[in-house]
């Protein structure tokens, strides 16, 4: 049954939808520097709560996986745990996580990604680390496979991460045996798979398939030799240079932690992820 | 609508907003998942004014552009036109039955994601068209599906009666 749209669409309706579309308007337009502020605010008093509640929840969700894990490791029913590819592939990525913490040594903070609903997640991720940790703006964040991004914004308690999904994102990249050097931005879509293109590479030097992509540690904001993915084509080029396509190694919308770099880094931090970091898969 | 009424109402409302911090990381692929926030915000829609829905609409958009601030005002936006014409929709063509709510579910979760993605001018080409034609129908889908279980379990809370508004 009808209950009259003629009865709901009142005046007062209509100006109160069309006040609150100007207000969304209104701050769709809005600078990075002023609506970052409102952001950081929203999340530190009405969201607090929320996140906190996510956060514990994923800490749930955590413990459940290695629980799984003891009990599999003490029980001859090791197979029948096996069979659950879920429970293995996040214990596949919480002791990828391990190793890559011990072989960094010191200077990290691990979070939680606290993934949101909304088609725009893959370009920033809020994480369950802030300031309160030692997290900076800037600061590298990375995944057992590589780069995820840097950090964009930072509160007490949690941080935004630009991740290199994002429109704004470059970093200076180099071939593993520094023998090419490039600048690497997002290059769009193909299909459902995202790719970062590797652009201002001498039009003399090749860069074959395969060969994997490191930061180089020029302009002091990203350490040398954290794996950002793997060449797999060629996007296009010009009388002096080429473009290379890269397929990156950390997948945004499927990384659960991460850690934050929290102090600058001078080493090669290649060493530090696995051998086979980076290589593309089939 | 009387104390006791509200009081289940936004039990119901509390419940979905804390099932989208605490259950929906665990639901699969986040592209596809429920979004329970917006769910609620469509539930609230059923008994709200469309001038109430708007602000809510506003209100769960800007929480949600606090999260992903790449695409902020954008999803204050997309909500706020959402639950106005949810709310809107709901005077029209107000029915008990759940395919009809259904519905109204999947067209909400597929147009907030539409406007979202246009909106925010972070989308093209052929990532655009997966957007707007795979993952949006198929996140308004598992919305609209747990949507109806809600309906089902609290159905006598919820729905509104005759003569209310």
């Known amino acids: ?282 | 609508m009387r104390r006791g009424e509200s009081l289940r109402f936004g039990f119901v409302i509390a419940l979905l907003v804390g099932l989208q911090f605490s259950v929906r990381s665990r639901l699969g692929d986040e592209r596809v998942a429920p979004d329970f926030l917006l769910l609620a915000l469509l539930t609230y829609t059923i008994r709200a004014r469309p001038g109430q829905s708007a602000v809510a609409g506003f209100i769960v958009g800007l929480i949600g552009d606090a999260l992903t601030p790449a695409s902020f005002g954008a999803g204050a936006l997309a909500h706020t036109i959402v639950g106005y014409l949810s709310s809107w929709a709901k005077a029209v063509f107000f029915a008990e039955k759940l395919l009809v709510n259904g519905g109204l579910f999947f067209a909400g979760t597929w147009l907030r994601n539409a406007i979202l993605v246009l909106a925010s001018g972070k989308f093209s080409g052929s990532q655009l068209t997966w957007e707007l034609f795979v993952w949006s129908p198929l996140q308004g889908l598992t919305t609209a599906g747990a949507g109806i279980v809600m309906l089902v379990i609290f159905r006598q809370w919820v729905t509104v009666r005759v003569g209310e508004s």
């Open chain 1, 1 to 282: 049954m009808a209950l009259g749209a003629d009865r709901y669409a009142t005046r007062g309706d209509t100006f109160l939808f069309v006040v609150t579309l100007a207000l969304s308007l209104v701050a769709m337009s809005l600078p990075p520097g002023t609506r970052d502020p409102i952001a950081s605010s929203l999340r530190r008093t009405v969201l607090w709560p929320f996140l906190q509640l996510q956060s514990r929840s994923e800490q749930l969700r955590m413990s459940r996986a290695q629980f799984a894990e003891v009990e599999a490791q003490r029980d001859s029913a090791t197979l029948a745990a096996g069979e659950l590819s879920e429970v293995r592939a996040e214990n596949a990525r919480l002791r990828a996580m391990l190793g890559l913490g011990a072989r960094l040594g010191s200077g990290f903070v691990p979070a939680e990604v606290l993934h949101q609903a909304t088609a725009t997640d893959r370009f920033t991720v809020v994480i369950s680390a802030g300031s309160k940790r030692g997290v900076q703006l800037l600061a590298p964040v990375v995944a057992p496979d590589g780069l995820l991004g840097f950090v964009s914004t930072t509160e007490a308690a949690t941080s935004v991460v630009a991740t290199w999904a994002h429109p704004e994102f470059r970093a200076s990249g180099m071939a593993a045996d520094g023998s090419v050097y490039g600048i690497l931005e997002p290059h769009g879509s193909s299909g459902s798979v995202w790719l970062l293109e590797l652009s201002g590479v001498p039009y003399r030097q090749q860069v074959p398939v395969g060969t994997r992509i490191l930061t180089s540690g020029l302009g002091g904001v990203l350490p040398r030799g954290i794996p950002i993915g793997t060449v797999v084509g060629t996007a296009g080029e010009t009388e002096w240079d080429r473009t290379y396509l890269v397929r990156p190694a950390v997948p945004p919308g499927s990384v659960t932690h991460v850690m934050v770099l929290t102090s600058p880094r001078t080493d090669d931090l290649n060493g530090a992820f696995a051998p086979d970091t980076g290589k593309a898969e089939p």
